[in-house]
């Protein structure tokens, strides 16, 4: 494989790895539809505070979310809504599988 073909698959992995999380899913749902502080996304996961920066540390490093400071509170918007039309395509997978298997057991 060319170095650049490698590349361009290692970035493509290191995104659907940052997303490979329910918690992380979950933050670029909420981020789609609004920015949100670390405190609101970490009271809508059940999380700590902590753990939830952890999880915007690792979208933020895939490209996926930026922050913005106000006073003293940091904010999160989603950069790349087009992520959540990997979730319809997820979607569709899991249904598709579910009929397969569905299938199998009549």
Known sequence: MEKKTQALFEA????????????????????????????????????????????????????LVKDRREARKVFYHLVCPCALDFFTCVETVIKTSAREQAALLD
């Open 12 to 63: 493509r992995a290191a995104v659907m790895k940052a997303l490979a999380h329910p918690s992380r899913l979950f933050i670029v749902d909420r981020l789609a539809q609004r920015d949100h502080s670390v405190q609101e996304l970490a009271d809508m996961v059940g999380a700590d505070i902590s753990t939830v920066s952890r999880h915007l540390s690792v979208l933020r490093g895939a490209g």
